[in-house]
């Protein structure tokens, strides 16, 4: 594809060759003279200027680099975007295999591709143009609604409620039971029925391995927009709010409530009964157990504002050495006290 082509596509001015040929987009490190590649931070500029790419994506050009041009005022967002020029997924044939388990009493839309060995329960209904790949699992009284993605191995439990264009990866548990259980006056464990659901908003996506638990009571709900990374477990009648970003490895005890537009990097705790309000940056690896107000940047464990916790962790090494001083301050008072007592 030419670049003009790619331009024009993407809306992004132009400068350069044209006429250059583009057959792939490619990381900075690995592009050749014929791919096209993508600067959207600039302090990875030294970076990209040993790059052989023909072609970048910037904000503005790169003084010093022979190469041309792509101007856009959001090179992640147009990186995505031509990255979708150049692969598309395999789209399943439209239609249902035979060895697919449907049961009679299911409403299943227009347009729908259900795989191999797939089952879908009693009273399931689901909208126009779903992609149901092989050996997913949908259980009784499901309502999923249109453009509906659902990779191998996923499971939606009974009664939860799934909306448009929403994708779940392999391996993900949609209203598998919250982990609740009584204690007894003998000291064993008596589970809790987990009556309620899990809800899925619109335009959610949830990757692989991950699992949102249905609630004791009432619901769960991940709200629209949100992105939910691989191996996350989310419990039950917790909120996750609209366009929330929760990376691997994350974990929400029941009850938590997450606002508009928050983050948790990877590996995050959230100890649960608590509210984190909008516009919260997490940092990975931190352990959050009150409420976080609007707009805050934590981090640590237990998490604190993150520049105090830099200043923190500046600290931490240098420990030993601040006690071996403070040790050797009191030995020092200690021996003046002594010389005073002398004196007097």
């Given at each position: 594809?030419k670049?003009?082509?790619i331009?024009?596509?993407?809306?992004?001015?132009?400068i350069?060759?044209?006429d250059?040929?583009?057959?792939?987009?490619?990381?900075?490190?690995?592009?050749g003279?014929?791919?096209?590649?993508?600067?959207?931070?600039?302090?990875?500029a030294p970076?990209?200027?040993?790059?052989?790419?023909?072609?970048?994506?910037?904000?503005?050009?790169?003084?010093?680099l022979?190469?041309?041009?792509?101007?856009?005022?959001?090179?992640?967002?147009?990186?995505?975007?031509?990255?979708?020029?150049f692969?598309?997924?395999?789209?399943?044939?439209?239609?249902?295999?035979?060895?697919?388990?449907?049961?009679?009493s299911?409403?299943?839309?227009?347009?729908?591709?259900?795989?191999?060995?797939?089952?879908?329960?009693?009273?399931?209904v689901?909208?126009?143009?779903?992609?149901?790949h092989?050996?997913?699992?949908?259980?009784?009284?499901?309502?999923?609604?249109?453009?509906?993605?659902?990779?191998?191995?996923?499971?939606?439990?009974?009664f939860?409620?799934?909306?448009?264009?929403v994708?779940?990866?392999?391996?993900?548990?949609?209203g598998?039971?919250?982990?609740?259980?009584?204690?007894?006056?003998?000291g064993?464990?008596?589970?809790?029925?987990?009556?309620?659901?899990?809800?899925?908003?619109?335009?959610?996506?949830?990757?692989?391995?991950?699992?949102?638990?249905?609630?004791?009571?009432?619901?769960?709900r991940v709200?629209?927009?949100?992105?939910i990374?691989?191996?996350?477990?989310?419990?039950?009648?917790?909120?996750?709010?609209?366009?929330?970003?929760?990376?691997?490895q994350t974990g929400?005890?029941?009850?938590?409530?997450?606002e508009?537009?928050?983050?948790?990097a990877?590996?995050?705790?959230?100890?649960?009964?608590?509210?984190?309000?909008?516009?919260?940056?997490?940092?990975?690896?931190?352990?959050?157990?009150?409420?976080?107000?609007?707009?805050?940047?934590?981090?640590?464990?237990?998490a604190?504002?993150?520049?105090?916790?830099?200043?923190?962790?500046?600290?931490?090494?240098?420990?030993?050495?601040?006690?071996?001083?403070?040790?050797?301050?009191?030995?020092?008072?200690?021996?003046?006290?002594?010389?005073e007592?002398?004196?007097?």
């Amino acid at each position: 594809m030419k670049l003009s082509e790619i331009a024009a596509r993407l809306d992004c001015r132009l400068i350069g060759n044209p006429d250059l040929d583009i057959d792939a987009v490619a990381t900075v490190e690995q592009a050749g003279p014929n791919n096209l590649t993508f600067l959207s931070n600039p302090k990875y500029a030294p970076k990209a200027r040993r790059t052989r790419a023909g072609a970048m994506l910037v904000q503005e050009p790169i003084i010093g680099l022979d190469i041309s041009f792509l101007i856009s005022s959001n090179p992640y967002h147009d990186f995505a975007r031509a990255l979708e020029l150049f692969y598309q997924p395999p789209c399943p044939a439209q239609g249902i295999h035979p060895t697919a388990a449907i049961a009679a009493s299911a409403s299943i839309g227009e347009n729908a591709s259900i795989g191999p060995y797939a089952v879908i329960g009693d009273n399931v209904v689901i909208g126009n143009n779903a992609v149901i790949h092989p050996h997913a699992v949908i259980y009784a009284g499901v309502r999923i609604g249109d453009d509906f993605l659902c990779h191998s191995g996923a499971v939606v439990r009974e009664f939860c409620r799934i909306g448009n264009r929403v994708t779940l990866q392999n391996g993900v548990v949609v209203g598998g039971d919250g982990y609740g259980f009584a204690k007894t006056k003998s000291g064993t464990h008596y589970k809790i029925p987990q009556s309620g659901v899990t809800v899925i908003e619109d335009d959610v996506e949830i990757q692989t391995l991950t699992s949102v638990d249905r609630a004791s009571l009432g619901e769960t709900r991940v709200k629209r927009g949100a992105k939910i990374d691989s191996l996350v477990q989310i419990g039950h009648g917790c909120i996750v709010g609209e366009d929330n970003i929760i990376c691997a490895q994350t974990g929400l005890a029941g009850s938590s409530i997450l606002e508009k537009n928050v983050l948790l990097a990877g590996q995050v705790g959230i100890s649960g009964h608590l509210t984190i309000h909008d516009n919260v940056v997490v940092y990975a690896q931190s352990g959050v157990g009150g409420d976080v107000a609007a707009g805050s940047v934590i981090s640590g464990s237990p998490a604190f504002e993150v520049r105090q916790w830099l200043r923190a962790i500046t600290a931490y090494p240098k420990l030993p050495e601040l006690v071996k001083a403070v040790r050797e301050l009191e030995r020092k008072l200690k021996e003046l006290e002594e010389h005073e007592r002398r004196d007097t």
